[in-house]
């Protein structure tokens, strides 16, 4: 069964380091969606794209961050100069249809700014 | 904006007892439906879905109707089991993303 992939699962930085987080999600998929979820709280959505641009982002998706699918296969988040606030774990998720229909979602990458 | 509000947790049931997780929504539109699961150090799985009202989303013996009368998606289960004991999300899906509930905690016991 097709899944969503993402990698690494678990990336420790410095502060003010920049980080590419990776996903690679289900091929014949067409929109996408990183979520956050600070340890012990609610998901939360950070932004959506769809026909390689972004559909929707929330105000916690500030200029610090970014996305890109550099090719036909990855969707990458970008954290451009980390803090220790940015310390969570990151969902890539990826829906076939409309957003009105599920999304999937890959098994997250556990983000630790020191 | 829309939202959803799941009741708080944690709860913590016998095997065999019977589940409710509240869940309810506000939204201008038509959304649908969701409970995601969280295992413990997984990432979330589609427990079941709906995507209008009247529906009823069943999976693993979980089942869950939209009630667009009561903005409702009460999540059931008839017998617990301690595979079970994982964190429950409601969600919505708006135009451009989902709205995920606070989560519920859900420990079944032996």
């Known amino acids: 069964e097709p899944e969503v992939t993402q990698t690494p699962s678990h990336q420790v930085t410095q502060m003010g380091q920049e980080v590419i987080l990776r996903c690679v999600p289900i091929s014949n998929h067409l929109y996408f969606y990183w979520y956050r979820q600070i340890l012990g709280q609610k998901v939360e959505f950070l932004v959506s794209?769809?026909?390689?641009?972004?559909?929707?982002k929330s105000e916690i998706f500030d200029d610090q961050f970014s996305v890109e699918r550099p090719d036909g296969s990855n969707f990458t988040l970008k954290i451009r100069s980390t803090k220790l606030e940015d310390s969570a774990m990151y969902f890539c998720?990826?829906?076939?249809?409309?957003?009105?229909?599920?999304?999937?979602f890959g098994p997250g990458t556990r983000l630790t700014v020191l | 904006g829309d939202s959803v509000t799941q009741m708080e947790g944690p709860v913590t049931l016998s095997e065999e007892a019977f589940l409710t997780i509240n869940c309810t929504y506000t939204?201008?539109?038509?959304?649908?439906l969701f409970w995601y699961v969280q295992y413990p150090g997984e990432g979330l799985q589609l427990l079941l879905k709906a995507t209008k009202a009247d529906d009823k989303g069943s999976n693993k013996g979980f089942e869950a109707t939209y009630r667009k009368e009561t903005t409702s998606f009460h999540l059931e289960k008839g017998s617990v089991q301690v595979s079970d004991s994982a964190v429950y999300f409601c969600?919505?899906?708006?135009?451009?993303?989902?709205?995920f509930g606070a989560g519920t905690r859900l420990t079944v016991k032996p």
């Open positions: 969600a919505l899906s708006d135009p451009n993303d989902m709205r």
């Open positions: 998720a990826s829906g076939e249809f409309s957003p009105y229909n599920e999304q999937f």
């Open positions: 794209f769809y026909n390689n641009e972004i559909s929707e």
């Open positions: 939204a201008t539109g038509y959304p649908s």
